[in-house]
Each structure stands twice: as C-alpha cells, then as structure tokens.
C-alpha cells in the first residue's frame, strides 16, 4: 500500500514535470506548490480522524454508516449552541462530545443488547440524523458568526502550526494515541479478538457486550472531534448535504488500509495510509480538470483495483507460509509403534 | 469376501491421506459386496469418517485407488460419487431444513416443467416422494417442512433421498448417535430390508451391541490403518473391541484415586435452561477424575457451560469446598478458578486466527499488562514456558494457532488455563479429532493436574476413554443424572444401561 501511494505521489509529479515542462514546472508549481500540499495534508487530517473512528468499530466485525449524518446533527447543533445560544466554546465542545459519544452508546447497546446488526443500526443513524438536523435547523444553512471568542476552534480546523495544517497535527496525535491502544494495549487485543472470533472472546471470559459497546462511543468520540473540525472548515453547514457520503470515504480508506469487513484486521497504519491515497487520488482528479461528475467513478475504479491486488499478495503471502509451517513443523508419522 | 467369485461394488485399494500433523488413513484397503452389511469400527480418530469422506467425495486420497465392480475409478466430488451409486449419510446430518421433505428429497435434481421457465415440478416431487418415503416406513406427506421432524426422522429422509438416486451403497456414519432405542431398532429393521432388496449398506459405529445385530462382516481400522476384519461368525463383543483396541494406551490405572470426599466442588440442583424440568445434583471430590458419560444429546456440554457461566442456571447451587459461589458469566467463573476446556476448539476454545502466544494469554491479559498496556515480553515468557511444560509442537509461539495439529491446539487451550490458578478443570471431549501420541500425553496431564489438587470433571463419549481415566463415572440421560458409578462397577455394560433409555437393553436387540 505505501509502495501504491508513493507511486502515485510521484508518479503525478513526474507526470506534471513532463506535460508542463521543466522550467514551467519549478517556477510555478501546481501539485508539488504550498498551497497543493497544505490543502492536500489538511484534508487528509480532516478526513484521517474519522476514518480511525470507523477502523475502530470495523475491527469489531461493525460498521458504522452513521457518521456522514452526524457530521450534520452535530455541526447544527454546535452552531446553535455558539451562534444563537452564545453559550462558551468549552461547554458547547464538551455537549457535542457528549451527544456524539452516547449516540455511540445508543449504536453499541442496541447491537449487543437487542443483537441487531450494526448495518441496520447505523443505517437508521444515517436516515434519522440528517433528518433530525433539518429539522432543528429547518432546512437552513448554518453558519458560525465571525466572532472571535472560539478563534481557537477555528484554528484548529484551517489554520496552521509551523506550515503544517493544524487538522493534520490533530491527526496524528490521534494516530499515535490510538496505534497505542489498538495494538499496544489490553483493550485493543480485546477488539481484535472479538473481531476474529467473537463465541472464543466469551469463553476466554471477555466481556463481549462491554468491549463492543465502548468501541462504537470511542468511535462516538472520534466523530465529534471530526464534526467540529470539519464544521468550521466548511464555515457553514446546510444540513442536506453537510459530511453526506463520507462515512463511505471512511470504509474506503479503512479497506485500502488492509481492515477486512468481517472483523479482526486492520492497523492504524494502515488507515493513516488509505486516507492519504484517497484525498491524493481527490486532489489528482480535481488537478486533471477530470469532470467532477466523473471524479466517483475514477476513485471507485482504483479502490477496486488496490484491493483486488492486495488479495493476490495476501494469498501469495498465505500460501508461502503454509509451506514455511509444514516445513517447521513435519507431522508426526503415526506409524510409530 | 469368502465368496471369491464376487466382484466387490465398492474396492478400495491401498489408499492413504495426510492432513497436517497426521496420518489419517495409511495404506487402507476396504471393499463392499453386493447385498452385504459391512460395519466399519474403530476409535474416533480412526480414520473411518476420513474413509467414507473419500467415497463420498468430499476428501480425495492422497495415494491409493479405488475400485467400482473391478474398474477403477475417480471419486473428485459429490456427484460423481452419486453417480458411481455410492449415497454417503452424514454424521451430522446434511438436511436442508427449511425446505420439504420431498424438497430434500429431489435436492439438486429437482424435476422441471414449463420449459425455459424451469419450474420445480412439485406435483412429480410429491408423488415421487411418497413412494420412497414408504419403503423407509415414513408416513408422512412430502410437504411437511423438514424442522419439524424429530432427528430420526430427519435420517430416514435422508436414507429416502439414497434411495430415490438408486444407492448402491449407502454409508451410514453413526447413524444411531442420537436416536433413541426404539428408533434405533427401527434403522435396524430397516438395513435388514435394504440388504434384501440388493443395497449395500458401510455401517459405522460405536455401538458394538448394534453391529453384532446387524453386520454380516466387521473390518477394523486404528490410527489408520487396517487391524482385521471379522467374517459373520467371528463377530462377538471381544473380538471386536480387540480389532479396535489392540494396543495397549496405558489408561488401565494401577489404582483408582478414591478422592478426597471433604474437600469438592458440589453442585446442588442445577437446572440449565435447556433442560427445564431436571435438577442436576453431584460433586467433584478432590484428587480423582470425574467422568461424565452419555450419549449425544444427553446434555452434558450444556451442563459444562452452565457451569462455567456461558448460560444462566435457572436454580441451583455450586459450591467450592462448601463456600457457594455465584457464577453468572464466564468471567465469574474463571475468578473462581472454573475453567472449561470446551468441545469445538476451533471454534469457542482458540481464536485460531491468532498466534498461540496471544491465545495462551488471553483470559488473563491484565496480568501482563502496565497502565492498560501489554508487555510483549513477559507475554513471550509466559507462552513459551507453557508451550516447554505441556510440550507443545509449534515453531514459534508467534504461530497462528490454525496451522497447529488437533492435539497441539487442545495443549494451547490447557495452556490458557495452567498459567492461572484452576480449582476446577472441565474438559469437553478431550481428545476428540486428536491422534494418539497427544492422546496420552492429555490423559497424563490430566492426572497430573488431578494429583496437583485440581478438581477434574470429563467429558466424553469415548467409552474405552471414560472407562479408562475416570475414577467415578456420572451418567446422564436426556438432561438428567441417571447413576453415578463407582469404580468396581465400571463395565461398557453399566455406563450404557444408565445412558440408554430403560425400556428395553440394547442386548435383547441381537438376538
């Protein structure tokens, strides 16, 4: 995956130098310009966060199609709570956090209480939510005043630290924070084992119901830093079409970055990775002049292809290891007496 | 096979299958003749269902041939073996059940009408049907939905089905495992009249009351292999358990720990939700091995996960060493020093798909863990101190617990719970689909554990293995405890008397 990134990074690059000419190129350049790059990594922060969120519950063997809506309900209702409520950034951050962790909750008890399947379940978030945020903001655009008192919330989502987009450092320390917790800690092996096989979990005396229901408010939080990231990145939110089909960018880099939908694989890693060439393959086809209307079509071919190519190597992978095992491992022949 | 002129329908000639880790069959010959009944026996892990499987289509043999009337053919799946006339009844069965009987019946050869439309013609299905479902003594329309037919039944359609493709052959895989006496004496009926009317049928079984009844010649596998065959004659109980057992597996114990009756683990009338109406009520005494017998189905897994808290109990009482213990979960069982070692291994016992190093620390990860964090390294000591003491047979404890042999998997699941501090150790079919060599190392382990002060509960519906560890047998039935047995009584004859239905021995069934 990193080689398939970086050859198409460079591969796009070249592809620049040679249709504008060297010296075009160096003078003024587009896709290798601050101002390409910046947007570049800026938007693969805003877009990373979530996709770890949703790494998170499809480890589990879940899904949550839920999250595009919610950017929506959430940025509706921070907007009301800092524009028309006045009410302080702190506390309004803090209510969304909140809303967004127990909607996870709601997710996580209803799929391991009443058993029902996180599809469905989200799938109703998906429909409820965006509903929801139309009807609160009575189908009107949103938008955050230019008042000054949360500056710091806007920074965080369009401005800069050293040259580095400030979503990108965010991003990151959510990479670190949860790399550590996926794969460094009790918890995470939790996940893994429950994503793999969730009846030996039980018999291993993991509390199942527990662990599965924290994945999806942990997934809950994630969503609400993002909510409010991409909430005043955008400014101004019309709740028909704020954050909708992104919980799909979200299991595209999830699945480019080698998680399995049926539970037990994934890295943070590897979703840092798959987010990264979903916003390159974005920015490559606005660069192109490619039709926006063509710009799905271009990005579902690819993801296609990854994958499918990741499952030729996983299977080479597999098949040479097979033979390493029964070379390690020669069985016992029963003919002893 | 005295008969020399006879061409055997069915001729397997030397053939041999290797699944990782072991031998399942080894230069194996076994025929069928035309209107005989052939009973294969052995012990589990034998390689007889590994035979049949390779009839039936579902393995194909490593080396080796097989014969149909004299020429030899190729076996690659399912239907050619249909064709060959070879009908394989599966242990457990393979019924669709939420179609019809006559739906089950036709399965994959269903009749058609109206042209490119294709159809099912369920007319002809019907008709059809009832015909085969009379000669099996089935009184029943083909439209009944197969759910609602008892196990037995459910067989008899199956037999139906051989019938309706013009079986030759037909394999019956412990076909009477969970049918009840009178059930089985109807199957029994039932082979005799196939055998007249020129069917051949391979029948396996553990039941060596049931093949004398019904079996014109015995062939013998063990550990894969060939051990002898019986003509008619020949057959008698003894013999038959000497083509099984032949080698001695050391489980004839020097003494028989009386077991310590102060200190136990009791359980005082349990009632599991899956059996409502009966109150279970035995202990575990300190220093011997508990064997728990019975037939499939007689409720014994459901006991061990009532136990160890996978299900509720809805009334009842365990206690350890008299101090009443609440468990409600399997984590409140593993506090208490419960632990079970269940039946699927593959399935509830390992996460195959992770390494025997994660598996082993699994049930106690906080123990190796700092702030919430795992520490690699005191993970890798434990694993591999566990993996020296039960020996087991891995490249690495970073290998995926999948690429293990049965019985390196079942030393993984022990090694889970060793590393903790177990009270009580139930095992769940032990040995089940592991080959002998791990067999008598599991057995060892277990007494081992027994005289370390463990309290052990087996299960098991191996009789030579119940008969051989145990140092009491409890017996159940249909959910309930019919005897528990002391170690004078211990006989093939006891445990099967209490395991049975009371209404008739299965002894009286032979003559």
Sequence with gaps: MVAIFLGLFFGYALLELIQRGPADTFANPVFLGQANLLDLTRSIGLFGIFSVAMGVVIITGGIDLSIGSQFALLGVILAYLLVNYNWPWPLAVLTVLLISMMLGCFHGLLITRAKLQPFVVTLCGLLGYRGLARFISHDQTVGFSGDTTYELLRTLATGSVFNVPAPFIVFVVVCIIMGLVLHGSVYGRYLFAIGRNEEAAVYSGINTKLVITSAYIVCGFLTGISAILLGFYTNSISPASHGSFFELYAVAA???????????????????????????????????????????????????????????????????????????????????? | MSDTEKTPIVEVVGVSKRF???????????????????????????????????????????????????????????????????????????????????????LGREPLIGGFLRLIDRRKIAEDSRAYLKKVGLELSPTTPLSSLSIAQQQLVEIAKALSVNARVIIMDEPTSCLTLTETNRLLKLIQELKSSGVSVVYISHRLMEVQACADRVVGLRDGRNSGSLEKAEISHDSMVRLMVGRNLDLKKSVTRNGDRE???????????????????????????????????????????????????????????????????????????????????????????????????????????????????????????????LSIKTASTNTLAKNLSGGNQQKVVLAKWLSLQPKLIIFDEPTRGVDVGSKAEIYRLMRGLSDAGVFILMISSDMEEVLGVSDRIAVMREGMLTGIIEADDFSEETVMKLAVAPVKTAVQLAS
């Design chain 1, 254 to 337: 999830c699945v480019l970055g080698g998680c399995s939908l049926r539970g037990g694989e994934g890295s943070v890693l590897g979703i840092f990775i798959g987010t990264a060439m979903i916003q390159l393959l974005r920015n490559i086809v606005n660069l192109q002049g490619i039709d926006s209307s063509l710009e799905f079509v271009v990005m579902g071919g690819v993801i296609l292809i990854a994958v499918v190519f990741d499952q030729i190597l996983a299977a080479r992978r597999r098949a040479r290891e097979s033979r390493l095992d029964i070379k390690a491992a020669p069985a016992e022949p029963v003919a002893a007496k």
């Design chain 2, 20 to 106: 990782p880790g072991v031998f399942a069959l080894n230069q194996v010959n076994f025929a069928v003749y035309p209107g005989e009944v052939v009973a294969l026996i052995g012990e589990n892990g034998a390689g007889k269902s590994t035979l049949m499987k390779i009839l039936g289509g579902l393995h194909r043999q490593d080396e080796g041939e097989i014969r149909i009337d004299g020429k030899p053919a190729e076996i690659r799946n399912v239907s050619d073996s249909l064709h060959l006339g070879i009908s394989l009844i599966h242990q457990e069965l393979n019924n669709l059940d939420n179609l019809d009987v006559g739906g089950n019946i036709f």
């Design chain 2, 263 to 389: 200190t136990r683990i009791e359980l005082r009338d349990i009632v599991s939700p899956f059996f409502p109406s009966h109150k279970i009520s035995f202990d575990v005494r300190k220093g011997e091995i508990l064997g728990l017998a019975g037939l499939v189905g007689a409720g014994r897994s459901e006991l061990a996960m009532t136990m160890f808290g996978i299900v509720k109990p809805l009334s009842g009482e365990i206690s350890i060493n008299n101090q009443p213990v609440n468990i409600r979960s399997p984590r409140d069982a593993i506090q208490n020093g419960i632990y079970l070692v269940p039946e699927d291994r593959r399935k509830t016992g390992l996460i195959t798909s992770m390494t025997v190093r994660e598996n082993v620390t699994l049930p106690d990860l906080w123990n190796y863990a700092t702030y919430g964090l795992v520490s690699y390294k005191r993970e890798l000591l434990s694993a591999e101190n566990q993996r020296q003491k």
